[in-house]
């Protein structure tokens, strides 16, 4: 299975993961919205969830953690792309915890190749197959 659900409210950013995703073998979706973003993944049997959270760390911290806790995405990853800056030191545990979990983060401006190296990262992390593409 290489499906990979996008929450990503920016209309330029979906097109761009969407084709490089598509182009390396994945199936990228593209969520209907984040309200109904915890809905959707409990019936798409998703490999990776891919969101950037629209308004701060936390929000974005605490949609990480609903995920994680939701038992019918177990063996899924998730890639959280960050566009502010994070570095406290409460933020650097809660990134630790993440990065331990065998998830990633990435930075904004995201160069495509990393973070496809990002993709593939975490693809790996939970065993998953890469695809025919990459």
Same mark, same amino acid.
């Given at each position: 299975?290489?499906?990979?659900?996008?929450?990503?409210?920016?209309?330029?950013?979906?097109?761009?993961?969407?084709?490089? #995703?598509?182009?390396?073998? /994945?199936?990228?979706?593209? @969520?209907?919205?984040? =309200?109904?973003?915890? &809905?959707?993944?409990?019936? +798409?049997?998703?490999?990776?969830?891919?969101?950037?959270?629209?308004?701060?760390?936390?929000?974005?911290?605490?949609?990480?953690?609903?995920?994680?806790?939701?038992?019918?995405?177990?063996?899924?990853?998730? #890639?959280?792309?960050?566009? /502010?800056?994070?570095?406290? @030191?409460?933020?650097? =545990?809660?990134?630790? &915890?993440?990065?331990?979990? +065998?998830?990633?983060?990435?930075?904004?401006?995201?160069?495509?190749?990393?973070?496809?190296?990002?993709?593939?990262?975490?693809?790996?992390?939970?065993?998953?197959?890469?695809?025919?593409?990459?």
């Amino acid at each position: 299975m290489t499906k990979i659900l996008i929450l990503v409210n920016d209309k330029d950013i979906q097109t761009l993961l969407e084709r490089a #995703l598509e182009k390396e073998g /994945y199936s990228p979706v593209i @969520a209907a919205s984040d =309200q109904n973003v915890l &809905q959707q993944v409990q019936t +798409g049997h998703y490999s990776l969830l891919i969101f950037k959270p629209e308004n701060s760390f936390d929000e974005g911290w605490a949609l990480y953690c609903a995920l994680k806790s939701n038992p019918a995405l177990y063996g899924t990853g998730l #890639l959280l792309l960050l566009r /502010y800056p994070m570095f406290t @030191a409460e933020n650097a =545990q809660k990134i630790s &915890q993440l990065l331990k979990s +065998g998830d990633e983060y990435i930075h904004q401006p995201y160069d495509i190749d990393e973070l496809l190296g990002r993709v593939r990262n975490v693809w790996d992390q939970y065993g998953h197959p890469l695809p025919k593409g990459g």
